[in-house]
């Protein structure tokens, strides 16, 4: 596994499915537009379920931030697109079945075999400007995400 992604690191890479079976590639957006990683542990579980929630509701801020959000988890691309249409998610969830990106952006939680919850921002240019790593049973605040993208338009 590699070491835990820094800022100032070139993001890796990768081609995940969301849950409409489409094929995102992280690269595509170099030029475009910020993106937000939102890895998390499991579909289904609360903390997961909540922030989730609260990413489709925050979505037009983080689009006026031209931001794209994706949530990530191990979760196949059906249980992604169940979860979605279940509670309206409107933000593309990637499916890292086979824990490449989770490996690569050094998130994996090898003994519980899921992802830890993190977020990182990928700027326009490929660099990760934002990391912030929380316990398992501590959700994520979009407050300080959004706080953290005028950092990257601004600098």
Known sequence: MAKEIEIGDEAPDFVLKDQDQKEIKLS?????????LAFYPLDWSPICTNENKCFTNDLPKFQ???????????????????????LGLKHRLLSDMKREAVKNYGLYLEDANIGKRATVIVD?????????????LTARDNNDILKALETVKNG
């Open 124 to 136: 326009k240019n490929g660099k990760v400007r934002y990391k912030k790593v929380q316990e398992i």
């Open 28 to 36: 595509d957006f170099r030029g475009k537009k910020n993106v937000v």
């Open 64 to 86: 006026d931030k031209e931001t794209e959000v994706f949530g990530i988890s191990i979760d196949s691309t059906w249980s992604h697109k169940a979860w979605a249409d279940a």
